[in-house]
């Protein structure tokens, strides 16, 4: 490889989004379209939108969602990977199975294409792991690498999960670990060691497929994937969208390994901070918590875990069933606050 994927990326990942204010203001001009079929549009602003096709025959629903964004590490096919691993997790946040993808590539035309090959290839395996297919894509020659997908996926149209049903007495479980966005800046800055890249890398490739699986068989009540507007925003979308008090409990929370001691060293992208000016205001802390911690609940995630809002004893059964989950807090009625950060 002739030069490093990240080297000319300004921000790698999800970290790349548009900041969260930004977006926000200009989705308040677009105008609603109603339909009777659409289960969820906008409104909620869930990542993934539901069509209802019951009214073509038997009760199925689709669930199409895009994400692509801008390489988050160096080996092309390990981008590959990870972009389509992001791109699916939207299909299994509302619980759907995805069937069909259209891949959207941005790649220069000065560009080595065996970084190409690599990085449609790395994509073309997660994709095929899901049990999707690839039908086609569109392309665009511009001097900084983009790649994802536009997913579409099946769903059962009385089992959509939305992150608009989170009930006071629920349970909140998380099934990833959070750090990947100051992991991937300290890789642009030259400071990440090696395993801590490769734990970052595994995570990342790691389908969210068992985690929804595991969350139907459990009675989830709601849910989203934390991805580029860190934990904290995420949860901001679910509590709002609920009507209701997230309380997240800071001391609950693990980490990627290496994560911490990057953030301690000022590893925070841009998206961090945006998403910190964003959320913010709807934050209350109830606890103090060192510098580096409190940043990465805003820390952008790329291909980031499910937030599950869950009945208590249904918690319990879903991070015995899938290992990976844990309980990282419980849900109230909305108190001052949609957010709060107790120990
Ligand atoms: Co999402
Ligand atoms: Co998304
Ligand atoms: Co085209």
């Known amino acids: 490889m002739a030069t490093k994927l990240t080297a000319n990326v300004k921000a790698g990942g999800c970290a790349s989004k548009l900041s969260p204010k930004i977006l926000d203001r200009a989705l308040r001009t677009v105008p609603r379209m109603t339909n009777e079929n659409v289960l969820v549009g906008y409104d909620t602003a869930d990542d993934a939108g539901v069509y209802d096709l019951t009214s073509v025959g038997t ?40 069937v069909t993808a259209l891949s959207l590539v941005v790649f220069p035309a000065k560009g080595d294409i065996q970084d190409l090959e690599s990085i449609l290839r790395g994509g073309a395996e997660k994709i095929h792991e899901a049990g999707c297919v690839i039908l086609g894509g569109h392309s665009i020659s511009e001097d900084e690498v983009k790649f994802g997908y536009a997913i579409t996926g099946l769903v059962d149209p009385a089992r959509v999960l939305t992150n608009a049903n989170a009930k006071p ?3 909140l479980v998380f099934t990833k670990c959070i ?18 890249m490769d734990a970052a890398i595994r995570q990342m490739l790691t ?37 209701v008090t997230l309380k997240i409990a800071a001391g609950k929370l693990q980490f990627l390994p290496g994560a911490i001691e990057y953030s301690r ?10 998403n910190r000016d964003f959320v913010e205001s709807c934050v209350h802390m109830s606890t103090e918590l060192p510098p580096e911690i409190e940043a990465l ?27 990976d989950a844990y309980e990282i807090g419980h849900v109230t009625e909305r108190s001052i606050k949609p957010i709060e950060v107790i120990q």
């Open 179 to 196: 750090g990947t966005g100051v992991i991937s800046t300290a890789l642009k800055k030259g400071i990440t060691k090696e395993e801590h």
């Open 297 to 323: 609940l805003y820390d952008p995630q790329t291909s980031g875990g499910l937030l599950i809002s869950l009945p208590h004893g249904n918690a319990e059964r879903l991070c015995y069933v899938y290992p």
């Open 59 to 98: 009760p199925l629903a689709i669930v199409q969602t895009v994400d692509f964004f801008t390489p988050i590490v160096d080996d092309p096919c390990t981008f590959g990977g990870i972009a389509a691993a992001n791109a699916l997790s939207d299909v299994y946040a509302m619980g759907g199975k995805p």
């Open 169 to 171: 007495g629920d349970v």
């Open 265 to 274: 060293a000022g590893a925070h992208s841009g998206g961090l901070n945006n």
């Open 207 to 243: 389908l969210n497929d068992r985690a929804c699986e595991a969350m139907l068989a459990a009675g989830a009540n709601a849910c989203t994937d934390v991805t580029g507007f860190g934990l904290l925003g995420h949860a901001r979308e679910m509590a709002l969208a609920s009507n």
